[in-house]
């Protein structure tokens, strides 16, 4: 289940989505659906749309720093294949996980309040419910986290956010944590490519 492109359920994102669509018009400025095949092993979830990344190209991570991190380092796990060119229509593919992110649309300064995340969660829901048992879900920031256990109504004090933790929730399958892939986040050191891929790594090894 996709949100509806002209989605009516946050009166501030709608806004800021109609804002960008008449000063770029050529850009995508709506909910950006999931990217990868349905039902896949791994649910990737991040926090919302890059203002010129995902909400400019339509697909999640693509275009900004971030999925240059995170689509290297797919590609390194063999969760992906082709080339990424920053752009829907470079041919790259994922194989063996799903990406989405908790917020559909893009919000103001990357920063949506809860009520936005609450509206958004149903089309999360939706894609737990499409991940096998035996699956697992990398969270990509604390947000990311909290949004995964509030779909699946676990409680966040007994699974608290922590880059390269793996929580074993109650449905059976794995909830990995890893920092978001933001360039502020590798530039400041607080997330290092290593880390990254070890995070990655640990979930796989994990999930088996």
């Known amino acids: 289940m996709e949100p509806d492109p002209d989605c009516p359920f946050c009166p ?9 669509r008449e000063a770029e018009p050529g850009w995508f400025n709506a909910p950006v659906p999931g990217f990868g095949p ?5 649910l990737i979830v991040g926090l919302a749309p890059g203002l010129r ?22 590609l390194k796990f063999g969760l992906a294949r082709g080339r990424y060119g920053g752009h829907a229509e470079d041919g790259f593919t994922l194989t063996g996980c799903r990406i989405v992110n908790a ?3 893009v919000p103001p300064q990357n920063k949506p309040v809860g009520a936005e995340v609450a509206a958004c969660r149903p089309f999360l829901a939706g894609e737990l419910e499409d991940l096998p048992e035996s699956g697992a879900v990398l969270a990509l920031g604390r947000l990311a986290h909290d949004a995964v256990l509030a779909a699946l109504g676990e409680r966040r004090a007994a699974r608290p956010f922590a880059h390269g933790a793996l929580h074993r929730l109650g449905c059976g399958r794995l909830l990995a944590d890893s920092y978001h892939c933001s360039r502020y986040n590798t530039n400041t050191g607080r997330l290092t490519p290593a880390m990254f891929e070890s995070a990655v790594g640990g979930m796989l090894e994990a999930v088996g």
């Open 12 to 20: 501030r994102l709608r806004a800021f989505r109609h804002r960008w």
């Open 38 to 42: 349905c039902g896949a092993k791994v």
């Open 53 to 74: 990344g995902a909400n400019r190209t339509g697909r999640p991570f693509t275009g900004d720093y971030a999925g240059d991190l995170l689509f290297a380092t797919l």
């Open 103 to 105: 917020v559909r649309c």
